[in-house]
């Protein structure tokens, strides 16, 4: 079996995986990097990037686990519905296996140290669209892992997929150190993720996290545009955007203050404020009409809103299947029929993240209210939630219609439970 010379473009969570996996593979493979691990470190934060258990599996079969047993773990999902500043539902869920969450500026600097430790080529530059001819012609393959940057663009709108046309959320991440946990939190499953949902007005995320100077909690706003949690479209500063987060807790949800009264940003590049507008895009690319096509990964063929964690997650998934498919096509050519082979077999689990963050996004459905509210009175329908979160694949099976969470609710209803309402 041949080993193939591969080009990715971009020193992300998907782009280094697939690098990674590749180079143990014995390929060689040339990673297109536009900031150095001094420069990453040394920048701003990226995400929040909480992963949950199956795509922590993923990158411990890989040998990419380097944060497990550093990283805090988090083994329990606290969510909150307020109404009014009040808590009208609480839902406490176990996942499988322990989530957590590695500072991106952290994993992806180490990621791409290692990358160059073992013998992997670097090209640190931003590669700008009419570089990615000349990139494809050194090449057999050429992977693009550019996350939601400008380059994606050279991939086109996919238009019966994309669901979207505008951001339907603003996002306003912190990093924090001094967070507390809430006196009335249930205590035997450690820290949890809180998750709060401000009807009307968005949610609010706190997860443990590691970042650069160790432990920490992550802030993230999800605020629908317009509303009363859309404050942080100026870009604040560090201590501006902990004191605008403080005033919204106390107004929207009080019952989180006292824990964070004592919070501070963990520095300088603590902060990330922006939008997501959803978007599927084609798979393949030609940068010129008659040079060689090239293939997009992860949040560059499918950029999915944070609200339902799942892009980290997902580009994991799709890093390994790619390293996999890659392996496996032995000298085959790196043709379009064969990238579009590797994105339907991506696609087949990304749709699921695709459809559950929509509904996540608009009002929610009465069904999935409705499993809601039954998660909150009832641990296995809590636990499938939690589930969900892990692998959306069972989205569609129990919330993806009215009929399918009828199915579940009413069918797995025990003695005394809650019976649902007629479908
Ligand atoms: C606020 C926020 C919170 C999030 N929270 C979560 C979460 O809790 N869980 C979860 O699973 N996901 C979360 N995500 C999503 C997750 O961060 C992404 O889905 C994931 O990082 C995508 O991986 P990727 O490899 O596609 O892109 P990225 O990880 O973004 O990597 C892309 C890389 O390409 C580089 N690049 C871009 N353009 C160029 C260029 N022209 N030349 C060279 N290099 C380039 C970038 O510098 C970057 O290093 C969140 C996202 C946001 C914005």
């Not at 035997?188 to 432990?215: C, K, M």
């Not at 641990?379 to 919330?399: H, I, K, M, N, Q």
Request: hydrophobic content about 45%; charged content about 20%; glycine content about 10%.
């Amino acid at each position: 079996m041949g080993m193939r010379e591969i080009a990715v473009v971009g020193a992300g969570q998907s782009g280094l995986h697939l690098a990674l996996a590749l180079q143990a593979d014995g390929h060689r493979v040339t990673v297109v990097a536009e900031r150095t691990p001094e420069q990453i470190r040394a920048g701003r934060i990226t995400s929040s990037q909480a992963m949950f258990g199956p795509a922590r599996a993923i990158e411990r079969a890989a040998g990419l686990a380097l944060w497990d047993g550093v990283a805090p773990d988090t083994r329990a999902l606290h969510t909150v519905v307020g109404v009014d500043a009040k808590p009208v539902l609480t839902i406490d869920a176990q996942p499988a296996a322990a989530a957590h969450s590695v500072d991106q500026r952290v994993k992806t600097a180490a990621w791409l140290e290692l990358f160059e430790e073992r013998g992997g080529r670097v090209e640190y530059r931003r590669l700008e669209p009419d570089g990615l001819a000349a990139l494809a012609a050194r090449h057999e393959l050429t992977v693009v892992a550019a996350g939601r940057g400008a380059l994606g663009s050279v991939f086109a709108r996919d238009d019966a997929r994309s669901r979207f046309d505008a951001p339907q959320r603003t996002l306003a991440c912190l990093y924090l150190n001094g967070v507390g946990t809430p006196a009335d939190l249930p205590s035997t499953a450690g820290d949890p993720a809180r998750i709060h949902i401000v009807a009307g007005a968005g949610e609010l995320v706190l997860q443990p996290a590691l970042t650069l100077s160790g432990p920490c909690v992550i802030l993230l706003w999800e605020a629908v545009p317009g509303g009363p949690l859309d404050v942080f479209g100026d870009g604040p500063d560090p201590a501006t955007a902990l004191a605008r987060s403080l005033d919204l807790i106390r107004w929207h949800l009080p019952w989180e203050y006292e824990a964070l009264s004592d919070a501070e940003p963990t520095d300088a590049g603590a902060t990330l404020f922006g939008a997501v507008t959803p978007i599927v895009r084609h798979p393949v690319a030609r940068p010129t009409p008659d040079g060689g096509p090239v293939l997009g990964m992860a949040d560059t063929l499918v950029l999915n809103d944070p609200i339902t964690a799942q892009g980290a997650n997902n580009a994991t998934r799709c890093a390994a299947l790619h390293a996999a498919a890659v392996t496996e096509h032995g000298d085959g050519p790196f043709d379009e029929a064969w990238m579009r082979g590797v994105f339907a077999a991506y696609w087949e689990q990304a749709r699921h993240t695709v459809d559950f963050t929509a509904a996540m996004l608009g009002p929610l459905p009465d069904h999935i209210g409705w499993a809601f509210a039954e998660a909150a009175a009832r641990p296995e329908v809590a636990a499938r939630l939690a589930g969900t979160y892990e692998d959306p694949t069972d989205f569609s099976r129990w919330l993806g219609s009215p009929e399918a969470t009828a199915r579940y609710l009413t069918g797995s209803a025990a003695p005394g439970g809650t019976a649902g309402p007629s479908v």
